[in-house]
Structures are given as C-alpha cells and as structure tokens.
C-alpha cells in the first residue's frame, strides 16, 4: 500500500489498533493530549513496550514522544519479521496485549517471524496465552493462513504481579493476501475444552473443574478440563491459578473465555486501605464464574466471542475486495473502536444490521485487498 499523508489523532483510547493499522496502511500519525489532563499523564509503560516491540519487527519505522508523553509522533517502516527475537513484555499488561499487533502485522512481514515473549501469561484483564493458543490462530486460518509454521508455545506460566512467564509465538507470512470469509453460522456447541493451570500454590484445579462440570453437565456430557500445575522455574514468580475455556461448534467456531486469581498489581494495591488483606477468591466460585461467563457468550450468539470482535473486523478489511460477510453477538466497546479505525486507516466501511429473528449483528464489508509485497520472493 502507498504511503499515505500524515494523520493527526486525540487521546489515549485504543492506540494498540492504531498503531497496528497505521503500519498495515502506511499512515504516519501524530497523537496529542495523550492523558494531558490526569494526574499522570502520558504515556504508559506498557504503551511504551508496544512501540519498541514494533520497532523490533520493523525496519525504518521512526518513534518521537515528547517529554511528557503527551504527544507521539509515529512513521510506519516495513514489516521485516525474522527469527529468534525476543522482546520482554513487562509487568502492566500482559503478553496477550502484545500478541494481538504481532500474529497480524507477521502475515505481512518479509520474513516468517518468530519471536519469544516474557512477562505475564494469565490474568484478569487480558485474554490468556491459552485463548490465544485454542482460540485465536483458528481464527487466522479460517481467512486461508497456513497451518505450518503458525504457533504459540507456552514455556512457563507467569501471574500478576511478578510475572516470570515465557510464550515463542511463530507467525508464517502471507504469500499473496488473505481470503475472504462467508461466516454467517455459528453452529451449535458440541464440546467445550479448557485447561486448568495453578502457579506456587497447591493445584486447585479439582475445585474449580468440578464446579464448573456441575453447570455444563445440564447441558452436554462432553467437557474436559485438563490440569496444568506447573513448578519450579515453569511456574513465574508468584502464585495464582485460573482456566481458559473454548466452546467448540459443529460449525468450527471457537467461543472462548477466561480467568485468572492473583495477588494484584502494586497500584491497585495502593488504592486499598492500610490492613486489608488480599484475599484469594475460592475455586468453587471460579468455575461457577467462568462457566457462566461462557454460557452468556454462547447466548449472545457469533462466530467468535466478544473480546475477538476487534481482531475478526480487521482481518476482514484487510481482505481481497470481495465481499466478507460475518455474523456476531452484541458490539462490544472495542469491536465498535475497530469499526471506526478501519474506516480511517482503510477506507473500508461495514454495512450493519440486525438479524431480528436471532437477534446477532450481521456485517458486511469489500476488503481492501491488502497484500503483502515485502516478502522475500525466492
């Protein structure tokens, strides 16, 4: 694609799609008023750590922040790839954060990308590796991504606040573009797989399952739960434990959820006050949670669950100008955001409407046929 005129933009809100949509497209921006009224503004850390994992992947990109990270200044370079690359999250989000930038911008790159990824694995505000591991790359090869050479390898688990966890995630590249998607049917659930995982504490995964098979057992016998009870250097640098579900359909679509119980983040710490204890949230409760949680996703109706709203509205703009058609649950806040960047970045505009008889949102696009002309040609 062209390189495109600058594009000035406002605020905090979303800048990990930006970012990713400004590269796909070639569109330098300027960010202003970046939390210029809070009492810290700027920048975050992990906002930071997403700009030098993105100068990593690329080759003559250019990053200006001004001193108070008010103010970024952004100008996309080529998408190279490349193999053995390692890039440490941190501590303030967690490695789904970044995943999500790079499985999109490696099918674009010159070179297959293999890269490993420390920080944290599982936690309560981002999908889990696992999600991504059962959930998300099936997503990638519903739009003609290879098989071979498309992974995610989970190395040691690591929980809030102290991380220590460690995923290689592998991304083939994009011989010639995407493939455009007739999506409309979400199936019925015939199975529903999950793992459970439990760091520096007595594994907890008994509780929790059997909690959780108590509500699925209403409704179909096939559920399994594996346990992942790691220890020693496998097992990060604090105790927690959570699980990571997928309802699978008998049209292949994946709904997921996921969960995770930790000691938390040292600022959300501060905010409690002095002699209260953390406490930990009991097994039993989890797995009653989760398993609702999941069954509400599977009312709302979909191919994919709404956290996975944003990534499947991208994929479709970035397909050949033929026309994708999708059907998905309620719009969640996130997905509604990608909706509006597409169009900036992209010029690709969705046509929705309602399905009354399901009450799901049927969308409509013409890709924009992005392809990727920077692979290495042999």
């Given at each position: 694609m062209e390189k495109r005129k600058l594009m000035r933009m406002k605020g905090s809100e979303n800048l990990k799609g930006r970012l990713l949509l400004s590269t796909l497209s070639s569109t330098p921006i300027v960010i202003d008023d970046i939390r210029s009224t809070d009492i810290n503004?700027?920048?975050?850390?992990y906002e930071v750590s997403l700009l030098r994992l993105i100068q990593k992947v690329c080759d003559d990109c250019s990053i200006i922040i001004n001193e108070t990270g008010t103010k970024l200044t952004y100008?996309?370079?080529?998408?190279?790839?490349?193999?053995?690359?390692?890039?440490?999250?941190?501590?303030?989000?967690?490695?789904?954060?970044?995943?999500?930038?790079?499985?999109?911008?490696?099918?674009f790159a010159k070179n297959p990308l293999q890269i490993t990824l420390k920080g944290i694995t599982n936690d309560s505000k981002d999908p889990s590796v696992d999600t991504f591991q059962l959930t998300t790359l099936n997503i990638l090869k519903r739009f003609g991504v290879s098989s071979q050479g498309l992974a995610l390898k989970i190395e040691s688990r690591g929980v809030p606040p102290m991380g220590g966890g460690q995923v290689v995630l592998s991304i083939?590249?994009?011989?010639?573009?995407?493939?455009?998607?007739?999506?409309?049917?979400?199936?019925?659930?015939?199975?529903?797989?999950?793992?459970?995982?439990?760091?520096?504490?007595?594994?907890?995964?008994?509780?929790?399952?059997?909690?959780?098979?108590?509500?699925?057992n209403n409704f179909l016998p096939d559920v399994r739960i594996f346990i992942d009870h790691k220890a020693g250097a496998q097992a990060g640098n604090s105790p927690?434990?959570?699980?990571?579900?997928?309802?699978?359909?008998?049209?292949?679509?994946?709904?997921?959820?996921?969960?995770?119980?930790?000691?938390?983040?040292e600022e959300e710490t501060a905010e409690m006050e002095d002699g209260v204890e953390v406490y930990w949230r009991s097994p039993e409760d989890v797995g009653v949670d989760i398993a609702s949680a999941l069954?509400?996703?599977?009312?709302?109706?979909?191919?994919?669950?709404?956290?996975?709203?944003?990534?499947?509205?991208?994929?479709?703009?970035?397909?050949?100008?033929?026309?994708?058609?999708?059907?998905?649950?309620?719009?969640?806040?996130?997905?509604?955001?990608?909706l509006r960047l597409v169009n900036d970045f992209?010029?690709?505009?969705?046509?929705?409407?309602?399905?009354?008889?399901?009450?799901?949102?049927?969308?409509?696009?013409?890709?924009?046929?992005?392809?990727?002309?920077?692979?290495?040609?042999?």
């Amino acid at each position: 694609m062209e390189k495109r005129k600058l594009m000035r933009m406002k605020g905090s809100e979303n800048l990990k799609g930006r970012l990713l949509l400004s590269t796909l497209s070639s569109t330098p921006i300027v960010i202003d008023d970046i939390r210029s009224t809070d009492i810290n503004p700027g920048l975050r850390r992990y906002e930071v750590s997403l700009l030098r994992l993105i100068q990593k992947v690329c080759d003559d990109c250019s990053i200006i922040i001004n001193e108070t990270g008010t103010k970024l200044t952004y100008k996309p370079g080529i998408v190279m790839g490349g193999k053995y690359l390692e890039h440490d999250c941190g501590l303030s989000r967690s490695i789904a954060y970044f995943l999500e930038v790079l499985i999109v911008l490696g099918l674009f790159a010159k070179n297959p990308l293999q890269i490993t990824l420390k920080g944290i694995t599982n936690d309560s505000k981002d999908p889990s590796v696992d999600t991504f591991q059962l959930t998300t790359l099936n997503i990638l090869k519903r739009f003609g991504v290879s098989s071979q050479g498309l992974a995610l390898k989970i190395e040691s688990r690591g929980v809030p606040p102290m991380g220590g966890g460690q995923v290689v995630l592998s991304i083939p590249i994009l011989h010639t573009s995407l493939t455009a998607v007739n999506w409309i049917d979400e199936g019925m659930v015939m199975r529903i797989r999950g793992v459970s995982f439990s760091t520096r504490v007595s594994s907890k995964s008994e509780a929790l399952i059997c909690s959780a098979r108590g509500i699925f057992n209403n409704f179909l016998p096939d559920v399994r739960i594996f346990i992942d009870h790691k220890a020693g250097a496998q097992a990060g640098n604090s105790p927690g434990f959570g699980v990571s579900l997928v309802a699978e359909t008998t049209s292949g679509c994946c709904i997921s959820v996921d969960t995770a119980v930790h000691r938390p983040h040292e600022e959300e710490t501060a905010e409690m006050e002095d002699g209260v204890e953390v406490y930990w949230r009991s097994p039993e409760d989890v797995g009653v949670d989760i398993a609702s949680a999941l069954l509400g996703e599977i009312e709302q109706g979909g191919v994919v669950d709404s956290t996975h709203q944003g990534l499947l509205f991208i994929l479709c703009a970035l397909c050949p100008q033929d026309v994708s058609k999708i059907r998905v649950g309620k719009l969640s806040p996130y997905g509604i955001e990608i909706l509006r960047l597409v169009n900036d970045f992209l010029g690709v505009k969705f046509d929705i409407k309602r399905d009354p008889s399901t009450g799901t949102i049927m969308l409509k696009c013409v890709g924009c046929g992005l392809k990727n002309l920077s692979r290495k040609l042999s």
